[in-house]
């Protein structure tokens, strides 16, 4: 039995974090509770984690909920199960430490004119606790909660919890509720898990312009429901819808980005496999209708963002060679009504484009590297894209950047994997030179990043 | 209050373990679970997994005996069939062996007519000089197994190829009749004799 005191504490302890409840930065995980339920090794699901092999896109699709462990079981007099619960709690830790060193030094936020310390690092960058396992026969669930280096907060990270049904060879349906547009999602060249982007440096800047289904929703806070339905082991339908679910006790007007009812998310995929060799091809879309927040009402006018996009994902996955390509394309057209009512874009629509390609390879899922190219390009925009802000500023007024990143991996033993990652910007915010109009170069963004990370 | 609901709660709760596996029906283990890997019916796609449709029952049985043993022990066997196998029970590991026995087997594969050609030659007649038996003494003229040898027809080439690479290493060493047949084997003649016995 708790202790009073001790009871007293980790209700505290559980209303500060509460409290504190904040979206991470964008992180993906692979997870060895899985290994521990399924008695599979990492290499069953992963390529290299996080990407997923075709079975791990299989135990997703199936709710998590292949299960090889001793059960804590219950059963009705009509012998219904009542209860299938793993003996022990699936459960697993992450530890990330980094290093991050920018090519120009950032400047210092308080005093003008000097340098903030270049060469950071964070230990730990993000440490998460996981609940990644079956919690019933046809139910089961990815929670993370991640404690961020940088904000010093704990707080909700990506979350699925998932049912599945699977009602004959050809035909599998199920239901997930989730926290981030594209987390629920089977294939890694989606933007929750885009290998090899999905890992990068908390401190260093990046591009302040995305779309809202490449972070702009999750970052506001939602909570979704979809129904999927996999088809001859090659056609994925999935359609649902995202409310705003910021971490805040009431939703008004200090709220930012608030989603006007339900914003309706989209998925269709095909995917084919030969051989050793997968194919994936497919679209996803949201449309969102947001009220601007940050100061103004929650009533009349919204912007509307209408975002569809396509992508495409290739697998090798030899004994010895692993090779995977993963591409997608992403178009936002933006309806300002409400913005550019409260005068706060020049435009009353703009468009933002995103397009990543990435390649990765790995020898003996041991050795492996990475190359990627990015690039955003939209409308010109005075006051959506002000300049003025060091660093975060658009001296042109564009939303435009791109850049390569470049990457080469260790991982000693599938939980383990250690990376030293460069990201070069040929145009950062809309500019390669003087690109926020207080003298900063794009070049001066580039990161070099060492990222050591664990999973047990 | 609390014993009672724990009391009450221990009234209805079974503590059983693998209960639930054990008690599952093999065929809808083998098209819920094992069709993940194994495919609709027992026909792969990937050569990672082997095919099991049309495989020799007492084969089926004794491996899923040896992966929950871990008798058997070749990387992909760990990776995926010692979890998999672990909660098994002679009971299902019988129903599932059944359930894949009683399914039609894939086709076998064609390949180079050459490659073929050698294949059948160390088949049929082995390798004399190297001291390798012919194949299709324990595995039939027409590689479908008999009782503990498997059937090898319609089996993925590639799937074939690792296996006898794995007698050879030792990763795989259930079984020593088979460590002893490719001691000497090089790889080119493992690649033809997978091929033809895939191709019958």
């Avoid at chain 1, 009542?82 to 992450?94: K, T």
């Avoid at chain 1, 933007?191 to 702009?216: K, V």
């Avoid at chain 1, 005068?343 to 468009?351: F, V």
């Avoid at chain 1, 791109?402 to 915010?429: R, S």
């Amino acid at each position: 039995m708790m202790q009073p005191g001790s009871s007293r504490t980790l209700i505290a302890g559980l209303a500060i974090a509460a409290g504190a409840l904040l979206l991470a930065p964008g992180s993906a995980q692979a997870v060895p509770s899985f290994a521990r339920q399924t008695g599979f090794a990492c290499e069953a699901c992963h390529t290299v984690f996080p990407e997923l092999t075709p079975y791990g896109r299989r135990f997703k699709l199936n709710g998590y909920t292949v299960d090889n462990l001793p059960q804590v079981s219950g059963m009705t007099p009509s012998k219904e199960e009542s209860l299938v619960l793993n003996q022990l709690p699936p459960l697993s830790f992450m530890f990330q430490t980094s290093y991050t060193k920018t090519k120009g030094a950032l400047p210092d936020t308080v005093l003008p004119g000097e340098l903030a310390k270049n060469g950071q690092v964070l230990f730990p960058q993000q440490a998460s606790l996981f609940y990644a396992g079956r919690i019933a026969p046809n139910l089961g669930a990815f929670v993370q909660m991640t404690y961020d280096g940088t904000s010093g907060s704990f707080g909700w990270d990506n979350t699925d919890i998932r049912y599945a049904s699977l009602v004959s060879d050809s035909f599998l349906w199920g239901i997930s509720a989730n926290n981030n547009p594209t987390v629920q999602d089977l294939w890694n060249s989606t933007p929750a898990w885009q290998s090899p982007f999905d890992q990068r440096s908390a401190t260093a800047p990046t591009p302040s312009a995305g779309t809202m289904i490449d972070g702009g929703l999750q970052g506001a806070g939602v909570a979704g429901l979809s129904a999927y339905a996999y088809l001859y082991n090659s056609v994925y339908v999935e359609l649902g819808a995202y409310r705003s679910a910021p971490a805040a006790a009431q939703i008004d007007s200090t709220s930012t980005n608030v989603v006007k009812g339900a914003a309706p998310y989209w998925r269709i995929a095909y995917e084919r496999q030969w051989g050793r060799n997968s194919w994936e091809v497919g679209a996803y879309g949201v449309e969102a209708k947001l009220y601007p927040g940050g100061g103004i009402a929650l009533t009349g006018p919204t912007n509307k963002y209408s975002d569809w996009a396509l992508d495409s994902q290739y697998q090798y996955i030899g004994d010895d060679h692993l090779v995977s390509v993963l591409a997608t394309y992403i178009h936002e057209k933006q309806t300002l009504d409400a913005s550019f009512g409260a005068g706060a874009s020049s435009n009353a629509s703009n468009d933002l484009k995103t397009f990543r390609v990435g390649a990765n390879y790995y020898y003996r899922r041991k050795y492996g590297g990475a190359l990627g190219y990015f690039s955003t390009k939209g409308s010109a925009d005075a006051l959506l894209y002000a300049q003025g802000t060091p660093v975060t500023g658009f001296a042109n007024n564009k939303p435009d950047s791109n850049g390569w990143t470049a990457e080469l991996d260790w991982v000693p033993y599938e939980n383990t994997k250690f990376a030293l990652q460069y990201t070069l910007y040929n145009k950062f915010n809309g500019g390669d030179t003087n690109y926020d109009g207080a003298g900063r170069n794009a070049k001066d963004n580039n990161t070099l990043y060492l990222l050591g990370w664990i999973n047990f | 209050m609390k014993r009672i609901i724990a009391l009450a709660a221990g009234a209805v709760l079974a503590l059983g373990s693998g209960a639930a596996l054990a008690q599952q029906d093999a065929k809808a283990l083998a098209t819920g679970v094992c069709s993940a890997c194994h495919g609709p019916e027992g026909h792969s796609i990937s050569p990672v997994f082997p095919n099991l449709a049309g495989q020799q029952p007492a084969y089926i049985i004794l491996q899923l005996e040896a992966f929950r043993g871990h008798a058997r022990g070749d990387p992909n066997a760990q990776a995926y069939m010692w979890g998999m196998a672990s909660q098994l029970s002679d009971v299902t590991i019988k129903g599932l062996a059944d359930y894949y026995a009683a399914q039609k087997p894939s086709p076998g594969e064609a390949a180079d007519p050459a490659l073929l050609a050698e294949g059948q030659r160390i088949y049929t007649q082995g390798i004399p000089t190297q001291g390798v038996p012919a194949c299709a003494s324990c595995h039939g003229p027409n590689a479908a197994g008999a009782g503990a040898f498997p059937r090898l027809a319609g089996q993925h080439p590639d799937y074939l190829v690792a296996q006898l690479v794995g007698f050879q290493s030792g990763t795989r060493a259930n079984a020593p009749i088979m460590a002893n047949v490719v001691r000497t084997m090089s790889a080119q003649q493992m690649k033809a004799a997978a091929a033809y016995a895939a191709s019958k």
